[in-house]
């Protein structure tokens, strides 16, 4: 996965709650083999509507979707986090997200941004009073903002999330920075094991 320090884009508003991983990639396209490909299925129960915000033309483009509460509950499908990056979205902000999902993202390069409900209505309401609004997602400061509108708000990602997206690192990644290690276990060697790998803080030990 490629690393992610600040996404700069137009965001979009999906002012809906509970929206389940079933509604972000309907179970019929959970028959492909490929792991692309699956942005044409996003929503697709809610695409077929002229109404739906996706389909509004001053959203054309957009990187960041603005979600309800408790987006991406239900089953624990990595396809709707497939589908979400296939689209063209590079993060996601809420007020709450489902585990598995959030989980999923991080392993995967697509950034979780979760702010208060209060939070996430304003950022909704600037978008909406002005769809070409630059919103900036900074990973690295763990804040986003909308320089126009003055408005800034952090968020908190755990530590080894940060880590994964600053570096790049998906969990194979991660597991080839201690192949040194591993090729030393493997052979019997009695040096380094696998043990402290992270340190209290949840970052990586060199």
Known sequence: MKAVHVIEGRAVPLERSDVDTDQIIPSDW????ERTGFGRGLFAEWRDSPDFVL???QHTGA???IAGPRFG???SREHAVWALMDYGFEA?????FGDIFKNNSSKQGLVI??????DVEALSALVNAEPDSLVVVDVARTTVEVPAQGWSR???????TRER???GWDDIGLTLLREADIDRFESGDSGPTLRGIFDANGHLTR
Do not use: Y
Not at 30 to 33: F, Q, T
């Open 113 to 118: 941004v979760q702010l208060s409900p209060a």
């Open 30 to 33: 959970l028959k492909r083999v």
């Open 165 to 167: 997206l600053l570096n």
């Open 55 to 57: 389909n509004q033309p």
């Open 154 to 160: 952090p968020f908190t990602l755990d530590p080894m």
């Open 63 to 65: 990187s960041i979707l």
């Open 73 to 75: 509950t239900g089953s």
């Open 92 to 96: 996601i902000i809420a007020p709450s």
